[in-house]
């Protein structure tokens, strides 16, 4: 069962769209179950995120973690977003079922390859960020499908 506050980000995604030229861009999925998620930041000359917007392709709790990880970053500093993580995404939404925990990893992992994507853009490096994965098939164990 989803919480109301899945329910109103699955129905009501903030965010969703493209940023044209970002400052970064961030492509992960899952390959067990089809879920991508991309994510696009807009960031300042002070490293804070002025903007984000996602494209997600996959179920009602995909769309909502990405909805709530774009909240959860936008206007944070570029630090600040690192630290955002799959728990923090799942209690903003009042939880997640066990079988879709999966969906808050992939919003996590979005974030940093978007991250990821922006320090490789200027030549920067973000400590605590470590190169994102493709696929968080491999990060997430096998009984939650």
């Known amino acids: 069962m989803y919480s109301e506050k899945v329910m109103d980000h699955f129905n009501n995604p903030r965010n969703v769209g493209e940023i044209e030229n970002p400052s970064g861009v961030g492509t992960v999925g899952n390959a067990k179950c089809g879920d991508i998620m991309r994510m696009y930041f807009d960031i300042d000359d002070k490293g804070i995120i002025r903007d984000v917007k996602f494209k997600t392709f996959g179920c009602g709790a995909a769309v909502a973690t990405s909805s709530m990880a774009t909240e959860l970053v936008k206007g944070k500093t570029v630090k600040e977003a690192l630290e955002v993580t799959n728990k923090a995404v799942m209690e903003a939404l009042d939880g997640l079922p066990p079988v879709k925990v999966h969906c808050s990893l992939l919003a996590e992992e979005a974030i940093h ?33």
């Not at 991250?115 to 853009?121: F, I, S």
């Open 113 to 145: 390859a978007a991250l990821w994507d922006y320090a490789k853009k200027n030549d920067i490096v973000i400590e605590g960020l470590e190169e994102p994965v493709n696929d968080i098939a491999e990060k997430v164990e096998e009984e939650e499908y």
